[in-house]
């Protein structure tokens, strides 16, 4: 599977879009980006996935570059509970969707 | 809907005790898997299933571990004999196995072993 780079942390305020990006240079034409979050003390959750096109659903927003080397989660208005570590993943949904955990992004919204 | 039910919650345990952590994963989803997570490796997939079927247990981390699911609805992970060093957040997950259905994970089971 393809490494991903994301920031370390970032703040967001209240009310605002909170923008996370990630870098997946050598991601391969049958790789899909998945995005995830943690709350402290919970399993990781579900947000959104995708190949090529943006996708939106009900949580949030995934831009994926046309050269698909970069992508974008967007949170169009953050609140305090979706302070949490936010991990972009790159997977091959051929071999079993097998997911590859980094370090992720730590956002915190404040007021 | 009932998500991932793990249990137990917590486990406090001496070394050398069996620990056995139980999975009940989503109806109707025929894919499981078993995460670890710790402050210093992160989280890290330990093995998973497809109909009921162990596929990759590449990431256990020795045969003080094993992992069996007798049917669809239910997983265990055993590790026989308990060490300090297992003591981490065990989280389950599982998934439809097609296409690219995401996985939904249980809210874990935290383990210390003293």
């Known amino acids: 599977d393809a490494k991903t780079t994301q920031p370390t942390s970032m703040d967001c305020a209240e009310g605002r879009a909170a923008n996370l990006p990630c870098n997946h240079s050598t991601i391969s034409g049958n790789e899909y980006v998945y995005w995830y979050r943690q709350i402290h003390s919970q399993g990781p959750q579900y947000i959104i996935h995708g190949l090529k096109n943006n996708e939106t659903n009900e949580m949030a927003s995934l831009i994926i570059t046309e050269d698909r080397k970069s992508s974008t989660l967007i949170l169009p208005h953050a609140t305090l509970r979706d302070t949490a570590v936010y991990y972009c993943i790159v997977s091959y949904t051929g071999g079993g969707n097998k997911l590859t955990f980094g370090t992720g992004t730590q956002l915190k919204v404040e007021l | 809907d009932a998500g991932v039910i793990q249990s137990p919650r917590h486990e406090v345990t001496e070394m050398g005790q069996e620990v056995t952590l139980r999975c009940k994963p989503i109806?109707?989803?025929?894919?499981l898997f078993w995460y670890r997570q710790t402050m210093m490796r992160g989280l890290e997939l330990l093995i998973y299933f497809n109909n009921n079927v162990p596929i990759d247990d590449s990431g256990m981390p020795e045969d003080r571990f094993s992992a069996k699911m007798p049917n669809a609805s239910f997983s265990t992970l055993k590790i026989q004999p308990s060490e300090p060093r297992d003591s981490a957040v065990y989280f389950c997950?599982?998934?439809?196995?097609?296409?690219?259905?995401?996985?939904?994970f249980g809210d874990g089971t935290r383990l210390s072993i003293l």
């Open positions: 997950a599982s998934r439809i196995a097609e296409g690219r259905q995401p996985q939904h």
């Open positions: 109806s109707g989803h025929n894919s």
